[in-house]
């Protein structure tokens, strides 16, 4: 017996049991995801973060996603420079302005690029059915209406305007929302009006289209980004670069699966499941590219008075072959 009464057989076993227990490695806990607040306006460009909720991407790289959903760039950028939420939705033509001022923000993932002949059909200068304008000219001194004021909407009229032999600093250009739009239309309130799916469809009912798309601008250009806080983007590089594989992951399946991605689409902005089915859809960006951005930078700085730079100077990162 040994000193404590345990014999060397059962010793022995002991040992071996523990040996065997050390060379097992028992289940890990599991870690809890990160929560990433994340703000997108309800429309199809910034619907990525739907997507990766619902496949699982955001689960996969362990985050979990609080997407809020607001109208509007100014308050999603008023609420990523209050910290409310960490990354939002925002257009290369505004953000180009926020940087100007001195907003620090800085794009650390694209959302959608405007592709020609592609998504040619995503934007349009619609007419009433029964108006005489017939081309560019024909708009001078008149009135149309679009969703934002200097925003990609009345920056890709006047391009399409001045580049057909109109004279786009003689048309006035009016605030009306999307949803609005046809009514104003169809009372003659306006003579034109800017607009993107799914409202084009709706619009078309009753209307005519003028012109479409953006090739004005330029025929590939990423429209919009995934934004935050040049501090907070500091502070967090693995959450933005989890989150950017995400965005590129998502973007890669969504631009395949237009057909179970417009379900999800229906399920969180409420557009009629028809309209999508038959609609003209975005194409999310693969890649981040400086050269993409710039074409858009330069045209919302010629259109809305400030000088142009560089695109590069808007990106935190550069992930080769990830967006």
Do not use: C
Request: hydrophobic share 45%; proline share 6%; charged share 20%.
């Amino acid at each position: 017996m040994t000193p404590s009464g345990m014999t060397r057989k059962r010793a022995s076993a002991l040992l071996a049991a523990s040996t065997l227990l050390g060379a097992i490695r028992l289940p890990a806990r599991a870690q809890a995801p990160t929560t990433l607040r994340v703000a997108v306006s309800p429309i199809e460009a910034a619907a990525e973060v739907y997507y990766a909720q619902d496949m699982g991407f955001f689960a996969k790289a362990g985050v979990a996603a609080d997407i809020q959903s607001m109208q509007g760039s100014s308050l999603i950028v008023a609420a990523i420079v209050s910290n409310t939420v960490d990354i939002g939705f925002d257009t290369l033509d505004t953000l180009a302005e926020q940087h100007l001022k001195g907003i620090p923000l800085v794009v650390i993932a694209p959302t959608h690029d405007y592709l020609s002949p592609a998504t040619i059909r995503t934007q349009a200068l619609v007419l009433p059915a029964n108006s005489p304008i017939q081309q560019a000219k024909d708009l001078d001194g008149k009135t149309i209406a679009v969703s934002t004021l200097h925003s990609l909407a009345d920056i890709g009229a006047r391009v399409w305007i001045d580049q057909n032999g109109g004279d786009s600093s003689t048309v006035k250009f009016i605030e009306v929302p999307f949803p609005a739009i046809p009514g104003a239309l169809d009372a003659g309130r306006v003579d034109g009006a800017w607009v993107v799916e799914p409202f084009i469809s709706v619009a078309r009912k009753n209307n005519r289209v003028l012109a479409y798309g953006f090739d004005g601008i330029s025929k590939h250009f990423t429209v919009g980004a995934w934004v935050a806080t040049r501090q907070w983007a500091n502070d967090h590089p693995d959450l933005v670069s989890r989150f950017a594989g995400v965005i590129h992951d998502t973007a890669v399946w969504a631009n395949k699966n237009p057909q179970k991605s417009g379900e999800i689409l229906a399920k969180y902005t409420k557009i009629d499941p028809a309209v999508i089915s038959t609609m003209a859809r975005v194409r999310y960006a693969e890649q981040l590219a400086p050269a993409l951005m710039q074409p858009l930078i330069d045209a919302a700085a010629k259109y809305n008075g400030f000088k142009a730079f560089p695109a590069q100077e808007l990106v935190l990162v550069r992930s080769e072959g990830r967006g």
